[in-house]
């Protein structure tokens, strides 16, 4: 199993990590975050450093405050304890900070540091293990984003 591991991460490493597609508009939706006084973190299980370097494939990675993730030897990924680390770090107020992600992890996450949660239902995890994960809000297109965020933004401003 440690082999198939390794060889995976060394395929990812030097090829996959070129294939990682980008979802439709979001590039357009980074952009305009970048451009507004919120402030963007990736809090991804994936080696921070690959995190950015696919980033920079993209020519994203200038659109995120800072790029956080697991360490290069894997560990540090656990999504409750690193979120508790970015809000630590950054000196976020979790009740004015958003999580969006596409698995239950990322909902458990945000929950246990008492962030809202939004679920995207186009990445991996799917409608019935965001909704029974708890997330505050389902959207269920990347173009339903932008109008997902600006509209919980406002509820948290108003809290």
């Given at each position: 199993m440690d082999k198939a591991v390794a060889l995976y991460r060394r395929f990812y490493e030097e090829t996959g990590r070129f294939q990682t597609p980008l979802f439709p508009q979001f590039s357009i939706l980074l952009r305009r975050l970048e451009r507004s006084p919120v402030r963007i973190f990736t809090a991804t299980s994936k080696p921070a450093s690959l995190a950015l370097s696919i980033l920079k494939n993209h020519?994203?990675?200038?659109?995120?405050?800072?790029?956080h993730g697991a360490a290069d030897d894997d560990t540090g990924g656990e999504k409750p304890e690193m979120i508790a680390r970015i809000i630590h770090q950054e000196g976020l107020d979790p009740a004015r900070t958003l999580m969006i992600g596409d698995r239950r992890f990322d909902i458990f996450g945000a929950h246990a540091n008492r962030?809202?949660?939004?679920?995207?239902?186009?990445?991996?995890?799917g409608k019935d293990e965001l909704t029974e994960a708890g997330a505050d809000l389902l959207v269920s297109s990347p173009d339903d984003l932008p109008l997902a965020i600006d509209g919980q933004l406002r509820a948290l401003s108003r809290s």
């Open positions: 020519g994203l990675d200038e659109c995120f405050d800072t790029v962030l809202r949660a939004i679920g995207v239902l186009w990445g991996y995890g």
